[in-house]
């Protein structure tokens, strides 16, 4: 199925039930559900009339890889952690709120390898009805705190039993490495699906100028700068995924707004549109030459 074409209402439904029959089964069966699943796919691309779809069928087949994918390979890294000391005001929250453009922050005390749990907007908006201080811990939920190699699809029924929607990967030594959340483990599953929305709010992270320069949101893979962007970068270290950490690896720190910095190779600019002091947040990138 292309990339950009929207999930079907009947593929959700899918997932859906796929979903509710994988975290109900019993651990002990999990080879007879995966031979089960391998079964269906078999019988299904060898039959006359196809009753899987093609993105059905997909799914299926990321259920089954999910066994395999531990947390470290799809958490959201350390760096990328939006988060808030739980001594702030709500000025500073509701300002959070609006730059992340997200429903959630992490609470932390101290620093962020002390992580106290996560705050939801939709609880910090019933505090405009109430006739009290506001402090920022009586609305910290509860978040789990799980091994880097812990199994996706454990992590995924850890989730269901314990209704908690957020965790938090840490190493041996108690400190942060990543954040996983139940929206992470489901696209894994989708894998490409994606919705139409998706994929025009892909398009606007990248945008093409006039004058030949892409302006790219520092978590822009390269991947998405090549497809929307029509300009290639191979970084020379293979674990950068983003061109905001390739950036920041280049000159040792993470650049000022302003800043302009020279590609490995020497054939690209990257003038920083805007930063703050732990991320880039936009870029524009420019030929040499």
Do not use: C
Request: glycine share 6%; hydrophobic share 40%.
């Amino acid at each position: 199925m292309s990339s950009s074409e929207p999930v079907s209402s009947s593929s959700k439904t899918f997932l859906r039930e796929i979903l509710q029959k994988l975290l109900f089964w019993k651990k002990s069966k999990e080879s007879t559900l995966r031979d089960t699943i391998e079964e269906l796919i078999e019988e299904d691309e060898y039959s006359e009339t196809q009753s899987i779809a093609e993105d059905e069928r997909e799914m299926l087949g990321n259920v089954l890889n999910l066994r395999d994918v531990q947390v470290q390979d799809i958490m959201v890294p350390r760096v990328e952690i939006e988060a808030i000391p739980v001594t702030a005001h709500i000025e500073e929250l509701m300002s959070k709120f609006v730059e992340t453009q997200k429903s959630s922050v992490i609470v932390y005390q101290g620093n962020i390898d002390n992580l106290l749990g996560v705050v939801y907007l939709k609880d910090v908006a019933n505090w405009f009805k109430m006739n009290k201080p506001f402090n920022l811990s009586i609305f910290v939920k509860e978040i789990l705190f799980v091994p880097p190699t812990m199994r996706s699809l454990d992590l995924l029924l850890k989730m269901r039993e314990t209704g908690i929607k957020l965790a938090i990967v840490v190493d041996e030594y108690g400190g942060v490495d990543g954040l996983v959340s139940f929206r992470d483990i489901i696209e894994e599953i989708i894998g490409d699906i994606q919705d139409a929305t998706e994929i025009k709010n892909q398009k606007k992270k990248i945008i093409k100028s006039s004058d030949g320069s892409v302006v790219a949101d520092g978590k822009s893979t390269f991947e998405e700068i090549q497809k929307f962007g029509n300009l290639k970068i191979k970084p020379e270290d293979d674990s950068m995924d983003t061109i905001g950490g390739l950036i920041s690896s280049i000159i040792g720190r993470v650049p000022v707004r302003g800043e302009l910095v020279t590609s490995e190779d020497g054939r690209l600019e990257f003038e920083i549109l805007d930063a703050d002091p732990r991320r880039i947040k936009s870029v524009r990138i420019r030929r040499k030459g």
